[in-house]
């Protein structure tokens, strides 16, 4: 069964350094999400990215981040200037046209 | 600010008993609510997917039902099993298709 799958599993950085989080959704899917989970906290919404570019953003999603779908298989989210508030599980998500959305097992993030 | 809440925010329960979680959200631009079982160190599974109020679902012994006009949905699991043992998610979308999520429902069944 297809799904979506996630590079790295872990990832620790030190803060100001640049991370980028991989991902490979399902090989048909046309809209393409990420999002975060704080320990403790709701998962929450940061992008989502449709025919090769942002279709809606948060308010979380600011200069530091961005998305890129560099070859027509991956899709990658790169957070420039890494924060401690930026640690988190980071999802990546994709769909095909119906309502649902398939995660991946996401990659964790510490900013130390 | 849209709001989904969920409750209780932690179940634990015996083998072979029944449960039921609760989820609250906005009844205005409502498209559809979405339940997702998540354990630890896995991807989110979706379970189901409900845009019609009075829509109910089942997969198994595990079944949903949705109020869109009051803005609660419950998600029902029958003789509950170790397996059934994780995080269960509500998330709520409007037409722009993000997820709004609950703070999750987590389930321990102890055999």
Known sequence: E?????????????????????CVPISNHLYFYWYRQILGQKVEFLVSFYNNEISEKSEIFDDQFSVERPDGSNFTLKIRSTKLEDSAMYFCASRLA??????????????? | ILNVEQSPQSLHVQEGDSTNFTCSFPSSNFYALHWYRWETAKSPEALFVMTLNGDEKKKGRISATLNTKEGYSYLYI????????????CAFSGNTGKLIFGQGTTLQVKP
């Not at chain 1, 979506?4 to 100001?16: A, D, K, L």
């Not at chain 1, 119906?98 to 130390?112: D, I, K």
């Open chain 1, 98 to 112: 119906s309502e649902t959305q398939y995660f991946g097992p996401g990659t964790r993030l510490l900013v130390l």
């Open chain 2, 78 to 89: 029958k003789g509950s099993q170790p397996e059934d043992s994780a995080t269960y998610l």
């Open chain 1, 2 to 22: 297809p799904e979506v799958t996630q590079t790295p599993s872990h990832q620790v950085t030190q803060m100001g350094q640049e991370v980028i989080l991989r």
